[in-house]
């Protein structure tokens, strides 16, 4: 038996979100909507190649200056780019990752400048440190994203990340 059928009835239990929803209205697809969408893809883009780069200097291209980036515990909750950054360079220390978007549904209200943004993840983690080297771990996800139209763009203000089934692996700090 593979190791992740022996674990999947221990991990089950830790699962503690409800079914994701489907959007209550199909996407609104005028030319405007369709611009910003695009624009937002873009810039929801760039958080795996931040990320899995360990570039943090893109962080601003992505978030407002004070936006909430929220996982479950124990990760944990973070406001602010500069502690965005911090989380990210203590957590990723010795990982290598990636992270692989999936479906993904934008809905963009122009008049508001606003807009919500449901993104399914893949995100592979492996250690490379000397007590972590060859541990792994997978976690399938959804991000949840709200974002505002700013001078410079499209910025994240919140986003959530949603697991959607049992993390796979073993990896330690
Ligand atoms: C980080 O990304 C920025 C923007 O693309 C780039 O100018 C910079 O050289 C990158 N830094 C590193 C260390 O790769
Ligand atoms: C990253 O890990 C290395 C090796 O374990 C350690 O020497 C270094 O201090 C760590 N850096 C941070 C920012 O935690
Ligand atoms: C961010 O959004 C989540 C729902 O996706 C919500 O629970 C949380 O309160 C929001 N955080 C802030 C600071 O608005």
Same mark, same amino acid.
Do not use: C
């Given at each position: 038996? #593979?190791?992740? %059928?022996?674990? !999947?009835?221990?991990?089950?239990?830790?699962?503690?979100?409800?079914?994701?929803?489907?959007?209550? #209205?199909?996407?609104?697809?005028?030319?405007?909507?369709?611009?910003?969408?695009? %624009?937002? %893809?873009?810039?929801?883009? !760039? &958080?795996?190649?931040?990320?899995?780069?360990?570039?943090?200097?893109?962080?601003? !291209?992505?978030? =407002?200056?004070?936006? +909430?980036?929220?996982?479950?515990?124990? =990760?944990? *909750? +973070?406001?602010?780019?500069?502690?965005? =950054?911090? +989380?990210?360079?203590?957590?990723?220390?010795?990982?290598?990752? %990636? #992270?692989?978007?999936?479906?993904?549904?934008?809905?963009?209200?122009?008049?508001?400048? =606003?807009?919500?943004?449901?993104?399914?993840?893949?995100?592979? +983690?492996?250690?490379? $440190?000397?007590?972590?080297?060859?541990?792994? !771990?997978?976690?399938?996800?959804?991000?949840?994203?709200?974002?505002?139209?700013?001078? $410079? $763009? &499209?910025?994240?203000?919140?986003?959530?990340?949603?697991?959607?089934?049992?993390?796979?692996? *073993?990896?330690?700090?």
């Amino acid at each position: 038996m #593979h190791l992740p %059928q022996l674990l !999947l009835p221990l991990l089950l239990p830790l699962l503690t979100t409800s079914l994701p929803q489907p959007p209550s #209205h199909p996407p609104s697809l005028s030319f405007s909507t369709t611009i910003a969408t695009i %624009q937002i %893809q873009q810039t929801l883009a !760039l &958080w795996p190649l931040a990320v899995d780069s360990k570039n943090y200097t893109l962080l601003p !291209l992505i978030f =407002t200056p004070t936006a +909430f980036l929220g996982s479950p515990p124990p =990760t944990g *909750n +973070f406001i602010g780019i500069p502690s965005i =950054t911090a +989380f990210l360079t203590l957590f990723l220390n010795n990982t290598l990752t %990636q #992270h692989s978007y999936g479906t993904q549904y934008i809905d963009v209200d122009i008049e508001r400048g =606003t807009a919500s943004a449901a993104t399914y993840l893949i995100a592979s +983690f492996v250690g490379t $440190g000397p007590s972590n080297a060859g541990e792994y !771990l997978v976690n399938r996800a959804k991000y949840e994203d709200e974002l505002v139209e700013g001078e $410079g $763009g &499209w910025r994240v203000v919140n986003r959530t990340l949603v697991y959607m089934v049992p993390t796979v692996g *073993n990896l330690t700090a």
